[in-house]
């Protein structure tokens, strides 16, 4: 366990910087995560991609296939890549607050 | 004593301990006499040199401590001095063994090599895993997905609908990208050569591996599918040391070629899995006759070095390192096929030292990307594998598996390299060249002696001038038979000064070397030849029967040869390589 600590924000995260609290979860927390990923600048794009990871996690508790995300978003895959170069697991659901996925990644 | 004192969970462990004795792991829990030889072969110990608590020894001796107790005369003559007097009694001592077995070691293997006893710690530290998680203690990250893979089938709880659905979702983009109708994903296809499976995570995040890799077997025109169940390759029973969930997890992949009738399972590019369904899996599960299986690395090399597929290494420009996986390398001795894919399907390939059985870790090996919990002391023992990657100066490291993706990306972020990570896959299908590939004719059955390229139709090799090197006679007279009937002008020399010789006197297009010849052998033939200026340049393909001589030949400090090939030699194969190392030397040149 670690404290993350970026301007005003300031959350409990995992040893590879994942949230530990997702409920402490907000548009700020989001814009320092990404920061940590490769994404400077949050627009409309990630926006769509974040909020759709974090609803459906809240939902049922982990990440979606690709699969879902690229069919409910309308992004390509290669898209996702572009939004967030360190890929759909430690990038965008890393700024989308929730926890580390399970396994070999 | 202290069996008093003993917890139920330790007593249990004891007995499971019984249970996994056998001639070689007796022999590495008393064959230890704390040299130290093996601690600086340790990742771990690079990173923490005054924690002795790093040591490989140290790691091994929480198992040898039971032993000793428990099973071995010298625990009950001399206890204080074997350990034997210090066994775990609470389940406190647990968790700290815990983190020694889980948090400290990687399971790589390295320290065995430089052990002049031959003990294989990584064996003893699995095994601790395993009594570790016989009475319920794991890290949080190997239980949840040990769990996935008893109950759902796969390490990420991927479910039939969703993998399925994935499948076609790649199939119908191969289809539009290609335009061809032909070009799909087979999903169970009854009787088809080759069942591929692959790694969760391709499916669950990043399935452009499936594409590319479906993208390469169309092209070669091959007769394949996909699973709907028994496809993942992945095993947390080689990290959790349970081999009852290795057998579990293999013998779904195993019982599943069987139900299809294919002729093999090609295992997507990554280490443990590879290891754990084509050789552990077979021992986990009981197996006695079990389906042949590849790592689709061989698969893909293969259909370059029978010409079924065209690739242009241009296309991949960069410079390049390769990493071995510890899995694949160390303990599968898979080294130079992936170099020989690698020299075909790209530029500029850089060797990082150490490497092959030699090579480091990518530190997140034996499940640790799964335990966060340890990732800070991990990425610390990164240090020495980073300072590697940034000596070759490569701008890509190239791997053949799945976790040292992620391993390494974890490493290149922490230590702020300036390069990307790329598997074998993703350059092959990059390399690819498919204009002059023919559309493969699906459901219709092509007999086995026409899949190789047939070689007398045409002479592929006319206009070429080839030397044979080889000191026995009747090899010299097959080869020069071979080459001649393929259409090549034939030279010959009987040994290495006079290859020499006639290399620099003719100039031939392609030298076929032997390694193992009196006199001058090949290894020092072939540095000569690449050491002088006038025949450097010159292909050489190996052809020998001493395999186990390429890490020799492979180490000298000249371009590796374009060819290695074992005796006996196929003629159909020969003609192949020769052709295509000819034909790779014209792109290369232009």
């Given at each position: 366990m670690a404290l993350f600590e970026l301007g005003d924000v300031s959350i409990e995260v995992d040893?590879?910087?994942?949230?530990?609290?997702?409920?402490?979860?907000n548009e700020a927390v989001a814009a320092a995560l990404g920061s940590t990923e490769g994404v400077d600048d949050l627009t409309d794009d990630h926006w769509k991609v974040v909020n759709y990871l974090r609803d459906y996690y809240l939902q049922f508790g982990v990440a979606p296939m690709i699969r879902k995300l690229c069919k409910q978003t309308g992004f390509q895959l290669k898209e996702i890549y572009e939004l967030f170069p360190s890929g759909p697991a430690k990038g965008a659901c890393k700024v989308a607050g929730l926890p580390k996925p399970t396994g070999c990644v | 004593m202290a069996n008093q004192a003993k917890t139920h969970k330790i007593k249990m462990m004891e007995e499971q301990l019984a249970k996994k004795l056998n001639r070689q792991v007796v022999g590495s829990l008393v064959g230890?006499?704390?040299?130290?030889?093996?601690?600086?072969?340790c990742h771990y110990v690079l990173a923490f040199?005054?924690?002795?608590?790093?040591t490989p020894s140290y790691k091994a001796d929480q198992v040898r401590k039971l032993f000793k107790a428990n099973h071995d005369w010298t625990g009950s003559v001399f206890p204080w001095w074997v350990g034997a007097d210090k066994v775990p009694l609470s389940d406190d001592d647990l968790e700290t063994l815990k983190d020694i077995a889980?948090?400290?070691?990687?399971?790589?293997?390295?320290?065995t090599l430089s052990c002049p006893m031959g003990v294989d710690t990584a064996t003893l530290n699995r095994i601790m895993r395993g009594l570790l998680s016989h009475v319920g203690v794991m890290p949080e990250g190997v239980r949840v997905v040990s769990k996935d893979q008893w109950e759902i089938g796969n390490q990420m709880g991927v479910l039939k609908e969703d993998y399925i659905d994935t499948i076609e979702w790649m199939s119908e983009e191969l289809e539009e990208d290609l335009g061809?109708?032909?070009?799909t994903i087979p999903m169970e296809?009854?009787?088809?050569k080759i069942m591929y499976c692959i790694n969760p995570r391709e499916v669950k995040y990043d399935p452009r591996t499936i594409k590319e890799a479906a993208l390469i077997f169309w092209a070669a025109g091959e007769d394949w599918t996909m699973p709907?169940?028994?496809?993942?390759?992945?095993?947390?029973g080689l990290f959790s040391g349970d081999d009852g969930l290795g057998g579990a997890c293999a013998k779904r992949e195993y019982e599943k070629a069987r139900e299809l009738g294919v002729d093999k399972i090609v295992i997507s590019e990554c280490g443990h899995g590879f290891r754990s369904t084509r050789f552990e899996g077979v021992n986990w599960a009981g197996e006695s006759e079990p389906v042949p299986m590849e790592s689709s690395v061989m698969t893909m090399l293969n259909y370059v070095r029978e010409g079924k597929i065209k690739v242009d290494?241009?296309?991949?420009?960069e410079k390049m390192t390769f990493h071995d996986s510890c899995n694949n390398a160390?303990?599968?001795?898979?080294?130079?096929e992936p170099r020989e894919l690698l020299n075909l399907v790209a530029m500029d390939f850089q060797e990082m030292y150490?490497?092959?059985?030699e090579g480091f870790c990518?530190?997140?090996?034996?499940?640790?990307?799964?335990?966060?919990?340890y990732t800070p002391r991990r990425l610390e023992s990164a240090k020495i594998k980073a300072d590697q990657i940034r000596a070759t100066g490569a701008k890509v490291v190239v791997t053949s598996c799945h976790n040292c993706v992620d391993g390494l990306n974890d490493l290149i972020k922490h230590y702020k390299l300036d390069c990307e990570v790329k598997q074998l896959v993703n350059l092959v299908a990059n390399a690819?060249?498919?204009?002059?590939v023919e559309k493969p004719v699906e459901e219709v059955a092509v007999p086995e002696?026409?899949?190789?390229?047939?070689?007398?139709?045409?002479?592929?090799?006319?206009?070429r001038k080839i030397l044979v090197v080889d000191d026995e006679e009747d090899v010299r007279t097959f080869l020069i038979t071979v080459f001649e009937d393929a259409g090549a002008e034939v030279i010959s020399a009987a040994d290495g000064n006079e290859a020499i010789a006639m290399a620099r006197e003719h100039?031939?297009?392609?030298i076929s070397l032997?390694?193992?010849?009196?006199?001058?052998?090949g290894v020092e033939t072939f540095v000569e030849l690449r050491s002088t200026a006038e025949t450097e340049e010159i292909p050489v393909c190996v052809v020998t029967g001493?395999?186990?001589f390429r890490q020799v030949i492979y180490d000298r400090p000249v371009p590796p040869p374009e060819g290695y090939l074992g005796k006996p030699v196929d003629e159909d194969k020969l003609v192949a390589y020769a052709s295509h190392i000819l034909e790779h030397r014209n792109e290369k040149a232009n």
């Open positions: 040893e590879d910087g994942f949230m530990q609290e997702p409920e402490n979860w | 230890c006499v704390h040299c130290g030889m093996c601690d600086e072969s040199p005054d924690d002795h608590k790093m889980f948090g400290t070691c990687t399971n790589c293997r390295r320290c061809h109708a032909e070009a296809k009854k009787g088809a709907d169940e028994g496809w993942d390759n992945t095993n947390f290494p241009t296309k991949n420009p160390r303990s599968g001795g898979f080294f130079e150490p490497n092959r059985a990518c530190t997140g090996g034996g499940g640790a990307m799964s335990m966060s919990e690819l060249v498919l204009d002059e002696e026409i899949t190789v390229k047939p070689v007398a139709e045409a002479e592929p090799l006319a206009g100039l031939p297009d392609l032997d390694l193992s010849m009196p006199g001058k052998d001493h395999p186990e």
